[in-house]
């Protein structure tokens, strides 16, 4: 009996093993395919293709190669790129209950701090919480609260533009820096009411290195973005340096979104704090708060303020390179104005809102579409296995809109390399189009972004780059120097895409504009967010 037994045994373990290899067979074989895309190296799989500087341009080559869904392997972590509206909004928006988590990269996220950011933040009840808040308070296109206050700050701009010229640099030298302080001390008074210094802000200095970090805490290679549980060895270990790295971008992190906060308790306490996002929710949430509404109301107020410093202002830097490389459109968009303006004022939001300035509005289309900020978004995760055109999507994909290739899709937008506001404006208006609906797709529905992880900023952005390029046409001329064209697709090529610096030759265009330039105030500490009937709107559900 003994002997049968063990005879018996290895029989039925091998028989099981069997079974279940035929299973796994079986089920390989039934199971849908997954979708096209290159060919993978083994173990590493695309890894090699998705590092490359030139990142957004391999994307946009297997579009053309493999068509609108791609899938590709990184280190056993599969991808999906979506490279048409169509499929991004099939799944991004129509399927956003199971497209809406975030990649979970433990280095930038647990070890660097950055866990909280809404950017990163999975889609559970804390990132709901502040988005609604976004949504309430900048949910509208009008968003017309916000209006002194952006007059203002891109006033300030013009005349830091201005005082650069008098001072000799009329090259762009500084061009850059003044309008990231435009667009950082702008979200400065929405988020918190504080007003930056131009030079040595004492918060404004902290950012860039912030920038600096979440940027490589983001970079593919961190080995503990594969092995989670490597962020549990002690900081001693060998190899374990990447924990102290992540200590010291948690502390500077932590520094920069609680000292804005500290400030605004302070002016509360003062009973002179300005209306701004923080102090409306502090007060809102009064005696009451809960620790964790505090965290949370300090990382949303850290978000808009972050969210809205790199993004608006490298879309306004590369409008600067747009008017140097096409000085027929800047003189069609000039001439818009002086017909409106007669040199008289300059343009403000009431003549966005009234449709005054047609080609101007054109022209910050194209400019949204040739330039994409985000030009591959931020990846999204699918929370469960789904099926989409005959194709299996793993459960914890990261799903990318490929927002650059969207943005130059030929169906949509004929030649798009060609940078032609005239492609959003019908023949009445010296444009391309027969009708009305013959417009194209507005590129604000694909640049930022889908579902219900779409940009919560838009509204606010989109005021912000609106003005900034009617008042820089309305008093500066815009030109390129003898010897020194700007390369139109030399671009930073991290996350986020900005133009690499570049000269051009900034003039005042005439001495009424020159006096419209100086009657502008010195003292420019006095707009702030005005007061405003809380709209919640469906965008940013
Ligand atoms: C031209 C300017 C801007 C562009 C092109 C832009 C674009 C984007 C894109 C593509 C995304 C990712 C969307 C997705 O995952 O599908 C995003 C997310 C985000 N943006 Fe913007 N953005 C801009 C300005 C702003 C501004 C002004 C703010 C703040 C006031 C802001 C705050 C955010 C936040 C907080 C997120 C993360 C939302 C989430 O993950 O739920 N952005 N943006």
Redesign the pocket.
């Given at each position: 009996m003994r002997d049968r037994l063990a005879w018996l045994l290895p029989c039925v373990g091998l028989g099981l093993l069997l079974a279940v290899f035929l299973y796994r067979i079986l089920a390989a074989q039934t199971r849908l395919p997954l979708p096209p895309g290159p060919q993978a190296l083994p173990f590493v799989g695309n890894v090699m293709d998705m590092v490359k500087a030139d990142g957004w341009d391999t994307y946009h080559k297997w579009a053309t190669e493999h068509g609108d869904v791609v899938y590709v392997m990184v280190m056993g972590q599969p991808v999906v790129l979506l490279n048409s509206h169509e499929t991004a909004t099939d799944l991004?928006v129509k399927r956003s209950a199971i497209y809406s988590d975030?990649p979970a990269f433990t280095m930038a996220s647990k070890v660097g701090g950055n866990e909280k950011i809404?950017?990163v933040a999975q889609y559970h009840r804390p990132?709901k919480t502040m988005?609604r808040w976004?949504s309430l308070v900048?949910g509208t296109r009008t968003s017309d609260h916000f209006w002194a206050l952006q007059d203002q700050m891109i006033k300030g701009f013009i005349k830091n533009v201005y005082r650069d010229i008098l001072n000799g640099d009329s090259d762009g030298t500084n061009l850059q820096t003044r309008i990231r302080w435009s667009a950082a001390a702008t979200?400065l008074r929405i988020a918190y009411g504080y007003s930056a210094t131009l030079e040595d802000d004492p918060i404004l200095k902290q950012v860039n290195p912030a920038v600096r970090d979440f940027l490589e805490a983001c970079k593919p290679g961190w080995l503990v973005n594969v092995i989670p549980a490597l962020r549990h060895l002690p900081t001693w270990f060998p190899g374990a340096s990447f924990l102290k790295i992540g200590k010291q971008w948690k502390n500077r992190l932590e520094s920069l979104a609680q000292d804005p906060v500290d400030f605004v308790k302070e002016q509360m306490m003062n009973g002179v704090a300005p209306l701004s996002f923080t102090r409306e929710l502090l007060e809102e949430h009064g005696q009451k708060m809960t620790i964790e509404e505090e965290l949370d109301i300090k990382w949303a107020a850290f978000?808009?303020f972050s969210?809205?410093t790199d993004?608006?202002s490298s879309?306004v830097y590369a409008f600067y390179l747009a008017m140097t490389l096409h000085p027929e459109i800047q003189r069609r968009a000039q001439a818009e104005l002086d017909r409106v303006l007669a040199g008289r004022r300059l343009p403000n939001l009431h003549d966005r809102q009234a449709g005054a300035l047609p080609y101007i509005d054109a022209l910050v289309k194209e400019l949204?579409r040739w330039a994409?900020?985000?030009p591959a978004?931020?990846p999204?995760v699918l929370r469960q296995e789904d099926e989409y055109r005959g194709w299996r999507i793993p459960k914890g994909t990261y799903v990318i809109?490929n927002?650059w290739t969207i943005s130059r899709d030929e169906t949509i937008y004929p030649n798009p390399i060609e940078f032609r506001p005239e492609r959003f404006l019908t023949k009445e208006h010296g444009g391309d189009c027969a009708t009305q609906d013959d417009i194209p797709m507005d590129p604000s529905k694909i640049?930022?972004?889908?579902?219900k992880?779409?940009?919560?900023?838009?509204h606010?952005?989109e005021l912000g780059?609106w003005l900034s390029v009617a008042m820089s046409l309305a008093v500066y001329n815009i030109n390129v120097i003898d010897g020194h064209i700007p390369s139109s697709t030399n671009y930073e090529r991290s996350s986020i895409s900005r133009p690499r610096p570049f000269k051009c030759h900034i003039t005042i265009r005439s001495q009424q504009a020159e006096e419209l330039i100086r009657a502008i105030p010195d003292d420019d500490a006095t707009a702030w967010v005005q007061p405003y009937a809380k709209k919640d709107s469906s965008a940013f559900d």
């Open positions: 991004l975030r809404m950017a990132l988005r976004f900048m979200t978000a808009l969210g809205g993004t608006v879309t949204t994409p900020v985000l978004g931020i999204h809109a927002l640049n930022f972004g889908y579902g992880r779409g940009c919560p900023g838009r606010l952005a780059v």
